[in-house]
C-alpha cells in the first residue's frame, strides 16, 4: 500500500496553475508558486499514522515574514481530525520559505490519503 500526501495551495496571492508531481502530491499553482516561494518541501505522512491508517484533510494558514521570507507561524484552520497529522503538516509547513517582499501570507489544504 503506498500512502500518498496530497498538497493543494488554494490561496497565495496570484496562484492559478495546477501540477501534478511523479510522487502524488499534487500542488495547485505549481507554476505561480515557484516564482514567489524559495523552497515547499511536503510535509511528511508519520509512520505511526500510516501504520494506523490514518487519514486526515486540513487547511492550514502559513504567515510568513515579508522582509525575509520565513515563516513566522503556521495556524490549523480545518483539522484533519489526527492530531498526529496535523502536528506533521505544521512541522512540514514551518519549512517552507517565499522570496523576500513577495508573499505574506498562504492557505494550503492537505490530504493525507493511503
Known amino acids: 500500500m503506498i500512502a500518498r500526501l496530497l498538497i493543494v495551495t488554494y ?12 510522487d ?3 500542488v495547485e499553482g505549481h507554476e505561480a508558486l515557484a516564482k514567489i516561494m524559495v523552497t515547499t518541501p511536503t510535509p511528511d505522512y508519520p509512520l505511526s499514522a500510516r501504520a494506523k491508517h490514518i487519514t486526515g484533510h486540513g487547511i ?23 492530531k498526529l497529522l496535523d502536528e506533521a503538516a505544521v512541522r512540514g509547513l ?9 508573499v505574506s501570507h498562504a ?7 493511503m
Open 24 to 26: 502524488g502530491v499534487r
Open 94 to 102: 514551518r519549512q517552507w520559505r517565499a522570496r523576500p517582499g513577495l
Open 60 to 82: 492550514y494558514d502559513i504567515w510568513f515574514h515579508v522582509d525575509t521570507g520565513i515563516v513566522s507561524h503556521v495556524d490549523i484552520v480545518s483539522s484533519t481530525g489526527s
Open 107 to 113: 492557505k494550503v489544504p492537505i490530504t493525507f490519503r
Open 11 to 22: 490561496a497565495v496571492g496570484l496562484i492559478g496553475a495546477s501540477a501534478t508531481a511523479t
